[in-house]
């Protein structure tokens, strides 16, 4: 197994995207056949994208975006993390923990202090230090409305030391 580097620009410009699209459209169905181009189409491309190779074949991948966000009347970074996908056959191996360990380690080497993702499955990322965010948050919505409440699946990982604050959270923008 081989966590790719961090690669500073999407893969559909990587020899990898036939395999990243394929991965991406088996753990997200619903968009396939172009979960890619329909992800990055809403989202823009990542600030920073992870792979994880097993011999020949891309197994897994997450996306980055880097974001000032505000907690209370705290403005800080974050590292958004989304499109977090393990082939179906390779679940349980712990490579979603190899992927944002290697995550971690390229948001810390630019000092950002938090991460933060919205999980379908919220246990599987607790073993990589993510727990639950209890914060009311502002976040634009995909019908393009701002919407506030507290996100069940929101999960946050302290990466430098510094608690997590309490009080609202405003995204500045949408979720990933």
């Keep these: 197994m081989t966590v790719i580097g961090v690669l500073p620009s999407p893969p ?3 020899p ?8 991406l459209n088996e753990a997200y169905p619903e968009g396939a056949p172009d979960e890619l181009g329909l992800y990055y189409g809403k989202h823009g491309p990542p600030d920073a994208t992870v792979l994880l190779r097993l011999a020949q074949r891309i197994v897994g991948h997450l996306s980055i ?3 000032r966000i505000k907690v209370g009347s705290d403005e800080v970074m974050a590292g958004l993390v ?3 996908a393990v082939a179906v056959d390779q679940r349980g191996w712990g490579h979603v923990r190899a992927l944002m360990g290697r995550a971690h380690q ?3 080497e630019r ?3 938090f991460s933060i993702l919205f999980a379908f499955e919220p246990p599987v990322y607790m073993s990589s230090g993510y727990r639950s965010m209890t914060n009311e948050m ?8 701002w919407k506030t409440l507290v996100y069940r699946g929101g999960m946050v990982a302290e990466l430098l030391g510094r608690p997590w604050p309490d009080g609202p ?4 923008g949408e979720t990933v």
């Design 12 to 14: 559909s410009r990587s």
């Design 65 to 67: 975006y880097e974001s």
């Design 111 to 113: 000092s950002i202090p």
């Design 138 to 145: 502002l976040f634009l919505d995909k019908d393009r409305t």
């Design 16 to 23: 990898d995207e036939a395999d990243v699209r394929a991965l």
């Design 169 to 172: 959270v405003d995204l500045c």
């Design 106 to 108: 390229h948001l810390r």
């Design 82 to 84: 989304g499109e977090v």
